[in-house]
């Protein structure tokens, strides 16, 4: 929590604001006081967001979602005000610690703890669904821990049948290795509450084990584990695992129903002391610093270099984590467990619950609509490279054209207006690169060849799978990458703002051909296929024109000063390297492995992360992994002082910013627009920001790829 600064509101609404508490992409949360003395937590949106008719839907649907439940284990919604000009909602704010951070900073809870744990989040998810909701997105980040028991919070994302109309068709919400199976098929039936109750086995074993269910992994990794593989229970105390394994069955209708549950586990408390000490005392510290906030005098508190200093506002008060996901050790790493009182034996076999038919998951083997192909089967034809290479069609557990939006003003102003080094706001004739009017091919400034209708509207949408890092990825809430700050740098030449939507990268170029968006901006690499759009032989849709703007293949990398002197793939032989299972690298280590005179020993891993540590920790000789990962992992792993890049890029290919192919004004605009910024030097900051310079072009081209 921190003062408040100059620009801060001291009352909204009926009530008296005393702090902020946090801030993300959607807005600000403070802390504030009502008449009576109640203290309460208010949200409020960001002026232009709240300028944009269908986020007021949404925030209302949350409004509305959040009133319809009460009890003592949920946040009751004090006060709203979706319409006013800043939308606002205030509920009520119990002091709490996150799950999540409790058990990253004190380790696992014992047994009785998470046996009361579980208990009120079954009271909290039966008042959630005594209202016909579907939470969706139960997480340890989402469930606070407080002295009176545990509270779920955050229903933004709460589902019913009577908001389907609001639902993006073909949007899947959650959180990897916390969604159910039925959450990643976009053809499934219907979210009923069994999704919750699958997501509650998965908090159990976080809370238990200090591990997810599907263990530590990228995002793509846990969604395919999810699917296709049984969760990881042995660390989990013997009481709780029967329990947890029926809430974790693949199918709906065998997960056991919220009585039977509650049944099982007895009823919730007392919260009296039911806290591990380590968890009590930070919640008595607190405690004590909320008290401090309403004395009579000043506002006394400071924020300690441990504190967020911008958090969002659905994991307050905890601390922030890359993407909102809560921190885990890797699975088999765990603290510690503190002492356990005894419980209560469970059944051996919990009975099972009715919530609907089974979802057409298909047989063991077989991929839902939005999972990668299992390893070993070939990808689609419209992948990119980079893609198969992590195995994946879906990142993040957020997917679907316009799930995710985000609005990027170049300069990042406080107050939601572009400026460019003038002054200028959007539609102005400010030159933020400083070069001269003309650009390097004699034509006036390009923002004049933008179409009307983008100048009219001063933005550009652009279309991108927010999964690469580090192209474009999401970091504190926020996209982030090479695209991202090469977006910002166009938007300041083109005098436009740019706000890109998230969604599944085999769908981003039929998106384009639809309308959703003005261009793609995703690491695309650029082929003819691709330019045809041109799919198993058959051509779709006009077709796209890429505009290329970096180059990338494969690439080895080894450990620091190369002491076994690896320069060309032929160094490999006899020796052990490292590669991501179900990827084109392990393909080509394979084929490679049957042609050099000493067959290669590789080694398979799931994770990129389990990769680089392999080869720094010297158990490989070196990896193979494409090239705009490996560079800026190599230069910030470790502080960079471990690893590094040898030899030349395998099998560069171009990448493009796919625009329609009869939108060629808008193609020309941004093609000079890119021009501009490599002639200034900062295409080529930008690069360097992000250890990828090796990538960079010599001039912004036009389908170039073969």
């Known amino acids: 929590m921190r003062p408040l600064a100059k620009g801060d509101p001291r009352g909204i609404g009926p009530f008296r604001i005393v702090g902020l508490l946090g801030g993300g992409g959607m807005g600000r949360v403070y802390l504030g006081r009502a008449a009576d003395g109640r203290t309460v937590a208010v949200k409020t949106a960001r002026s232009e967001l709240a300028d944009d008719r269908g986020f007021r839907t949404r925030f209302a649907r949350e409004v509305a979602a959040a009133q319809r439940v009460g009890g003592p284990f949920v946040a009751p919604v004090v ?22 951070d409790a058990v990253h900073d004190c380790g696992p809870l014992p047994e009785q703890t998470v046996r009361l744990l579980t208990a009120g989040l079954l009271q909290a998810l039966t008042a959630v669904h005594a209202h016909g909701l579907v939470h969706r997105d139960l997480k ?20 019913s049948a009577a908001d389907t109309a609001l639902t993006v068709t073909g949007t899947a919400l959650g959180t990897p290795g916390f969604m159910a199976p039925e959450q990643l098929v976009m053809t499934g039936p219907e979210i009923t509450g069994a999704a919750d109750v699958f997501a509650l086995g998965g908090v159990i074993v976080f809370a238990a084990t200090g591990g997810g269910p599907y263990g530590s992994a990228e995002p793509q990794i846990l969604l395919y584990r999810t699917v296709h593989e049984e969760p990881r229970l042995d660390e989990l105390p013997e009481g709780l695992r029967e329990l947890t394994a029926a809430c974790l069955a693949k199918e709906p209708e065998r997960r056991p129903a919220l009585p039977v549950l509650m049944a099982q586990v007895g009823a919730p408390g007392p919260y009296g002391h039911w806290l591990p000490e380590p968890v009590a005392v930070q919640l008595r510290r607190l405690s004590a610093q909320l008290g401090d906030a309403f004395s009579p005098d000043t506002f006394a508190l400071r924020p300690s270099a441990e504190e967020p200093t911008d958090v969002p506002y659905d994991q307050l008060p905890t601390r922030t984590t890359a993407a909102g996901a809560p921190p885990r050790p890797p699975y088999g790493a765990t603290p510690p467990r503190p002492a356990e009182a005894p419980a209560p034996p469970l059944p051996a076999t919990p009975p099972q619950g009715q919530y609907g038919p089974t979802p057409p998951l298909g047989p063991p083997g077989t991929t839902p609509a939005r999972l990668p192909h299992p390893p070993g089967q070939p990808a689609s034809p419209g992948l990119s490279r980079r893609r198969v290479l992590a195995a994946l069609s879906a990142v993040g557990g957020v997917a679907g054209s316009g799930a995710l939006a985000w609005a990027l003003w170049p300069d990042g102003g406080g107050d939601g207006r572009r400026r460019t080094s003038a002054g200028d706001t959007p539609g102005g004739t400010g030159n933020p690169s400083g070069l001269p009017s003309k650009n390097p091919s004699g034509q006036k400034n390009p923002s004049s060849r933008l179409p009307k209708e983008i100048r009219d509207k001063g933005r550009i949408t652009v279309g991108s799978d927010i999964s690469y890092a580090p192209m474009e990825f999401v970091r504190d809430g926020k996209p982030a990458g090479v695209d991202v700050d090469l977006a910002n740098a166009l938007g300041r030449e083109l005098g436009v703002r740019f706000e890109f939507e998230n969604g599944v990268f085999d769908s981003l170029l039929t998106g384009l051909n639809a309308g959703r968006y003005d261009l793609v901006m995703s690491a695309m690499a650029d082929t003819k296929a691709r330019q045809e759009r041109r799919a198993g032989g058959t051509k779709s849709g006009s077709g796209v024109d890429l505009i290329d703007y970096f180059s990338a293949g494969f690439t080895l990398v080894v450990p620091k000063g190369n002491p076994e002197g690896i320069r060309r793939p032929e160094d490999l032989s006899g020796r052990t390297v490292a590669f991501q299972r179900g990827s084109i690298a392990g393909d080509l280590l394979k084929e490679l492995s049957r042609k050099v005179p000493k067959e290669l020993r590789l080694r398979e891993f799931d994770s990129q992360a389990e990769i680089y540590d392999d080869v720094a920790k010297g158990r490989s000789s070196a990896c193979l992994d494409d090239f705009t990962v490996a560079a800026h992992t190599a230069a910030t792993h470790s502080g960079g002082d471990v690893l590094e890049l040898v030899g030349e890029q395998l099998e560069p290919l171009p990448y493009g910013i796919a625009v329609g192919k009869t939108n060629t004004a808008l193609r020309d605009a941004v093609r000079e627009a890119l021009d501009r910024l490599i002639v200034s030097g900062e295409y080529a900051r930008i690069l360097k920001q992000w250890y990828v310079e090796d990538g960079a072009v010599e001039r912004a081209t036009v389908n170039g790829g073969d």
């Open 140 to 159: 340890p980040s989402n469930i606070l821990l407080t002295a009176e028991g545990p509270r779920v919070i955050d229903f933004g994302i709460a589902y």
């Open 79 to 100: 006060d709203a005000a979706p319409h006013d000009d800043v939308p606002w909602m205030a509920t009520d704010y119990v002091p709490g610690i996150s799950l999540a």
